[in-house]
């Protein structure tokens, strides 16, 4: 027992690794791409052939030790495909010619499990040959614009790339659209609050709120508070006339707190 303890006690050995682990974070358009994988060397080997690292035909792991993974944040277009925001484990197979990547839902297992499952996405492109040797793999995204990105992997001296395009065109259209006609009812609603429950500039926040409450369509509560800052304005007659509007907005919604604080604002300004 003794021998077991001063043996167990022994640090263990740190060596680096023959593959370090690498995570990237690349932002495309406003989709933000996270790769996470190890990257081993030739040292000496070949990539392909009797005594190489990878046969063809063989799916692997796309680097080294843990399961490749890469996330992204929206949704993509690959190949005119859609593939949904999420994080996937990223497997690929080399062939003579091509190169074919495959998309799992990710989990925290080794790249093993994933041989007997179906890839909900894959993509193959062609490989390109190169006149010069990478010695390391390399995982990153190249050609980077507005509209998408390549997914680029490359060692030995070969590359391929993965063409990704962005889904979010629409989507920043219509956020366009959105800021450009200005601030919602909401948020002067919002900024209004604010000035008020803070006692900061109550002109300014009955000018926020007016902006809200001109509507025919303005809600119980946001009258009330109109009626409120009214009232810490001094300006009692008009705050009795918001607070009659705001009790009846709220006897229409069915909100009897409301109505009672209204009519509380009422009998105490009215004279």
Do not use: C
Request: hydrophobic share 40%; charged share 20%.
């Amino acid at each position: 027992m003794l021998l077991f303890l001063g043996i167990s006690g022994y640090a263990q050995i740190k060596l680096p690794a023959l593959s370090p682990k690498v995570e990237i974070s690349q932002k495309i358009g406003l989709t933000t791409a996270i790769l996470s994988y190890s990257r081993p060397s030739l040292r000496g080997r070949e990539l392909f052939g009797d005594d190489g690292i990878l046969v063809f035909g063989e799916k692997w792991r796309t680097g080294a030790n843990a399961t490749t993974k890469i996330e992204f944040s929206n949704d993509i277009v690959m190949n005119g495909q859609s593939l949904p925001k999420g994080t996937y484990a990223l497997l690929s197979t080399p062939q003579k010619t091509s190169w074919t990547f495959h998309f799992y839902p990710y989990q925290p297992l080794s790249y093993t499990n994933f041989l007997v499952k179906q890839p909900i996405f894959e993509i193959k492109v062609p490989i390109q040959r190169l006149d010069y040797a990478m010695e390391t793999l390399s995982l990153h995204f190249e050609a980077i614009d507005l509209s998408g990105a390549n997914l680029v992997l490359q060692w030995a001296n070969y590359k391929v790339e993965v063409p990704i395009t962005l889904a979010e065109h629409n989507a920043i259209l219509a956020h366009i659209d959105t800021v450009l006609k200005g601030p919602s009812d909401f948020d002067y609603f919002q900024a209004a609050l604010y000035l008020h429950e803070t006692q900061t500039d109550l002109p300014l926040a009955l000018s926020y709120i007016r902006k809200v409450t001109k509507s025919d369509n303005a809600l119980f509560f946001q009258v009330y508070r109109e009626a409120l800052i009214l009232k810490d304005l001094n300006r009692n007659q008009e705050a009795v006339t918001a607070a009659k509007r705001s009790k009846k907005l709220s006897q229409n919604a069915g909100n009897n707190d409301l109505v009672r604080l209204s009519q509380r604002i009422i009998d105490n300004l009215s004279d």
